[in-house]
């Protein structure tokens, strides 16, 4: 399980870069995020992975040994070259305070963290992580997602009169990365 640690930090680190990135859009906005829209947005989240991880582990076992390192290879590069060049995620911060009260409701939460989820059911297939490991990977997406959400609210608090960088090509390169990985 310890060898699997670091593909796991690196995985949920990859997909909170967006949860950071609509945080720091909240903040920037001065939209507040209360504890409760975190969970709500980071379970989402951490459910969609852990499922896709336990279907990946299904398709794993019927592909032959060799096969399933590239096949996870494929997956994972593929999403890290969409996120790379994709910019659409920024956007869909932006509008998630549908009421305009400047507070991220349950409701609205919950179309978040469906919008957020969408990498992680495709990482979670491609990722490659045993079974027993699903359960930390699961807990760490947890709370490096609600990490990411918090930093990124309370930073894009702070730079909001300075930029509004989009950082969702961080997440790119660093699932290409966890591609290349599942080479050696």
Do not use: Q
Request: hydrophobic share 55%; proline share 2%.
């Amino acid at each position: 399980m310890y060898s699997y640690l670091f593909e796991i930090l690196i995985l949920v680190t990859a997909l909170s870069v967006d949860a950071f990135a609509a945080g720091f859009v909240y903040g920037v906005s001065k939209i507040k995020v209360p504890f409760l829209s975190v969970t709500i947005v980071t379970g989402i989240s951490g459910l969609i992975l852990a499922a896709s991880l336990l279907a990946g582990n299904l398709v794993s076992s019927l592909l032959p040994g060799n096969v399933t390192g590239y096949f996870s290879f494929l997956l994972l590069f593929v999403l890290g070259l969409t996120k790379l060049f994709d910019r659409s995620r920024h956007d869909e911060a932006e509008t998630a305070d549908k009421n305009k009260d400047a507070v991220l409701s349950p409701t609205e939460a919950l179309t978040l963290g469906a919008a957020l989820s969408i990498d992680s059911l495709a990482a979670g297939i491609g990722a490659g992580i045993p079974v027993s490991c699903i359960f930390a990977a699961f807990v760490s997406s947890l709370f490096v997602g609600a990490l990411a959400i918090l930093l990124g609210s309370f930073l894009g608090g702070l730079i909001s009169s300075r930029c509004r960088s989009n950082l969702c090509w961080v997440s790119g390169v660093l699932l290409i990365l966890l591609a290349f990985m599942k080479l050696l």
